[in-house]
């Protein structure tokens, strides 16, 4: 069956408080776009963190990268075929605005409006050790209940064995890190590795569908 005319709608859902997240989702996107028929969209989580404090870190000024990213929403989410989401890591887990996110999707595991779609996470942390792979294998387990295909980042993807200098990027998902005064970027092999995780997740979706497609005929 042609699958050139199979369309994918993939769902990148971040939380991003000084655009680490957002760089690596942005990346990601466009590893996405990449493949024939991806539909791609970016989402943020709403923002829990009182103004206040957001001005005082510094994150209100580093968030206005990413003002015009719109809201997203809960009955959004059956409508993709693959989400992609972005946490920062807190102690090891995602941060408390993608939990509070996650945690409305109640009605949506009870309709089992999930089962099937792709998911898979990528994160940022302060430093080397700081949680990379226990907030994205922690994560699973919020998929896996909503039924949802989890998928990595395989070791085709050459960045994942880059050894001459300190790098994110896990089998698990892309990730960077923003070291503990928030001044270091994603480097370009964790773009190149965020871009492979957004591509190789939109084929396997399409794969899926077109597999879906071929039984209902």
């Known amino acids: 069956m042609d699958n050139s005319n199979i369309i994918v709608n993939i769902q990148i859902i971040f939380y991003s408080m000084y655009g680490h997240v957002y760089k690596l989702a942005k990346a990601i996107e466009e590893g996405a776009k990449q493949v024939l028929g991806a539909n791609v969209s970016l989402y943020k989580v709403t923002e829990l963190v009182s103004e206040e404090a957001l001005i005082k870190s510094g994150a209100k000024e580093a968030q206005k990268q990413f003002l015009h990213i719109p809201v997203a929403q809960v009955s959004q989410l059956p409508e993709a075929d693959a989400i992609i989401f972005g946490t920062p890591t807190r102690f090891g887990n995602m941060c408390a605005q993608m939990r ?47 039924g949802m295909v989890v998928v990595g980042v395989p070791y085709s993807a050459e960045g994942l064995t880059y050894m001459d200098d300190i790098t994110g990027g896990t089998p698990y998902g892309a990730t960077t890190m923003a070291g503990s005064d928030g001044k270091r970027q994603p480097t370009e092999n964790e773009l190149n590795i965020a871009k492979f995780q957004g591509k190789h997740v939109a084929e396997i979706a399409k794969f899926l569908k077109l597999g879906r497609n071929v039984r209902s005929v």
């Open 100 to 146: 509070n996110f996650l945690d409305q999707t109640g009605g949506v595991w009870g309709s089992g409006g999930l089962i099937g779609k792709v998911g898979s996470v990528f994160s940022s942390t302060g430093t080397q050790h700081g949680g990379q792979e226990t907030t994205i294998t922690s994560f699973h387990s919020t998929l896996l209940h909503q």
